[in-house]
């Protein structure tokens, strides 16, 4: 059964960081692309960042492009996602997804 369990959101202020991780089970973690999306209130799954089973390729929307750093520790069965610079349009859930399996969600919230 696979399973992804995301952590690291909080509450951060504009211009901040905060660095989210899934941790992976129940299927060969290196053998897969991962990717992450986000949902804000009121609004719809948005694609946020993917990474190539062996994280040589990154790709990123355009939203977050140059902000957001996505990479994975295979060893550790890890997938991360780097967020600097944020906007209170970051503001959202964030999910770490394998085909269409994703996590229960990390809270990240961009407030002053």
């Known amino acids: 059964e696979v399973q992804l369990v995301e952590s690291g959101g909080g509450l951060v202020q504009p211009g901040g960081s905060l660095t989210l991780s899934c941790a992976a089970s129940g299927f060969t973690f290196s053998n897969y692309a991962m990717n992450w999306f986000r949902q804000a209130p009121g609004k719809g799954l948005e694609w946020v960042s993917r990474i190539t089973s062996g994280g040589a390729l990154t790709y990123y929307a355009d939203s977050v492009k140059g902000r957001f750093t996505i990479s994975r520790d295979n060893a550790k069965n890890t997938l991360y996602l780097q967020l600097n610079s944020l906007k209170t349009e970051d503001t959202a859930m964030y999910y770490c997804?394998?085909?269409?399996?994703r996590g229960q969600g990390t809270q990240v919230t961009v407030s002053s």
């Open positions: 997804a394998k085909d269409a399996s």
